[in-house]
């Protein structure tokens, strides 16, 4: 079983430019997440997909992040513009839906974003 | 809101040596807790998760974590340590019972091993 895929996996931009994440999970997985790692930190969720709407967004800095999941499978993060602050490592995760009973969220390897 | 607490951003130990990594949560329904590792430059691997059934959680690579209730705990732990159990371990907790999968994590703790 193909795991999730997450391109590109490093990317380095100037502040105020824009920069856009791919991510593709596991065939069959009704929900998909995003979530923010800073150096240091433990992931922070952004935002979370149930198919192809918006379960929860809470945590998205609405003013600059931007995402969506069309027809329910991959997905595309955006950031415009960016700031120093986001410099972090974005993972993308995909699980099951809960009612499977499996509870286990399956992560991709990650963007690491640089903004300089 | 559901929070877990992670004792120790460093941990070093002996190769052969007790793991013992720390994680107390904070919940007010009855919660499924996680342990994550995270190698260097990878995305998150599931070590092992309580889901409200057996309160001793035994997962891969050895590890296993005791669920207790009393101390608001879930200790991560391995009898030996390995070289290569070198790595940064998350604690979370979902409030899955409401069917929501969230998941929110601890810090992280760096696991060192000593030759």
């Known amino acids: 079983e193909a795991g999730v895929a997450q391109s590109p996996r490093y990317k380095i931009i100037e502040k105020r430019q824009s920069v856009a994440f791919w991510c593709n999970p596991i065939s069959g997985h009704a929900t998909l997440y995003w979530y923010q790692q800073i150096l240091g930190q433990g992931p922070k969720l952004l935002i979370q997909?149930?198919?192809?709407?918006?379960?929860?967004d809470s945590q998205l800095p609405k003013d600059r992040f931007s995402a969506e999941r069309l027809k329910g499978v991959d997905s595309t993060l955006k950031i415009q513009p960016a700031k120093l602050e986001d410099s972090a490592v974005y993972l993308c995760?995909?699980?099951?839906?809960?009612?499977?009973?499996?509870?286990?969220?399956?992560f991709g390897p990650g963007t690491r974003l640089t903004v300089t | 809101a559901q929070s877990v607490t992670q004792l120790g951003s460093h941990v070093s130990v002996s190769e052969g040596a007790l793991v013992l990594l720390r994680c107390n949560y904070s919940?007010?329904?009855?919660?499924?807790l996680f342990w994550y590792v995270q190698y260097p430059n990878q995305g998150l691997q599931l070590l092992l998760k309580y889901t409200s059934a057996a309160t001793l959680v035994k997962g891969i690579n050895g590890f296993e974590a005791e669920f207790k209730k009393s101390e608001t705990s879930f200790h991560l732990t391995k009898p030996s340590a390995h070289m290569s159990d070198a790595a940064e371990y998350f604690c979370?907790?979902?409030?899955?019972?409401?069917?929501?999968?969230?998941?929110?994590f601890g810090t992280g703790t760096r696991l060192t091993i000593i030759p």
């Open positions: 979370a907790v979902s409030d899955v019972n409401f069917g929501n999968e969230k998941l929110t």
């Open positions: 997909f149930q198919n192809n709407g918006v379960v929860d």
């Open positions: 995760a995909s699980s099951p839906t809960v009612s499977s009973g499996i509870y286990e969220q399956y």
């Open positions: 919940s007010s329904v009855p919660p499924y």
